[in-house]
């Protein structure tokens, strides 16, 4: 059974080396007391936004794949991966990043944790190492925003995951939203990426109507069951002040707020709805299937 808290008490673990006896494990649980922060780190597994968004991968999962065998995780964090493989014994869930640190860790927890059925693999999401219908079940969260060039980058990646997608098989994609199309750039290292003389370079769209049609779910080939957006409230109803960049943005912040995301999740974001409900849509919440 996929159930959020699953995740967050599976990521908590993932995030605690496993004691090879009484003395390392009295160490370990004493430097949680010593230094907060550690604490503090161990218990925030998940980001503020992702809760919502696993959420949303872990109901459409149930509601249109109940039983996959074959999963696809295409760079999204990597407890989400993990969750879906212990969740699912019998399937087998591939998880790929570029960034070969994503993968190690990925192994590493897997390892730790005794999951078996996790393949962590360094690849990139535009060419993909599949046979094409390989796989029942297609996840990515807040992924495909941020692959460069800003035009189009994102458009090789949505034909990938419809050409690996198996027939009748199911994509579920979030990614960033606002009514009229930005994009946001950043100095320093980006993904793998490194800007030159101090330049800013691309980090990340947010999607517009039009944009979010035309480069993901017409690229990829396959057909629209749904689309929702995670609306949030009572904040700035400018779409470039987030409470993410106010609680989540850097580690001080995590030990200050980290303990609330799961509250602050609840209040300040909606269950995806329809866009016309929303005041300040922020995420796209995306289910796409294989004719």
Known sequence: MLRLWNAYWLGVRARMCRPRDPKTAMRQYGSLIVH????????????????????????????YS??????????????LALSLAMSMPEAVVHTLDLLHREVRSASDAAQRLRIGNLVPQVQDARCLGYADSSFDVVVSVSVLEHIAPEHDGDVPASRELGRVLAPRGVAILTVPFWRVYFAEYRIGPVYGRTSSHGEPIFFQRFYDYDRLTRNIIRSSGLDLLYLGFIEERFLSPDPKKRLSQFVNA??????????????????????????????????????????
Do not use: W
């Not at 039983?67 to 990597?78: E, F, H, R």
């Not at 269950?271 to 995306?286: Q, R, V």
């Open 66 to 79: 109940p039983a996959p065998q074959k999963v696809l995780d295409i760079g999204s964090p990597k407890l």
């Open 250 to 291: 850097s580690p001080t912040q995590n030990l200050v707020f980290g303990l609330s995301f799961p509250i602050l999740s609840r209040v300040f974001l909606s269950h995806p709805k329809p866009l016309a409900s929303c005041k300040k849509p922020y995420i796209a919440c995306i289910v796409l299937r294989k004719p």
């Open 36 to 63: 907060p922060t550690r604490l503090v780190s161990t218990l925030t597994p998940i980001d503020y936004v992702r809760y919502r968004e696993f959420e949303f991968v872990m109901k459409s999962i149930s509601r």
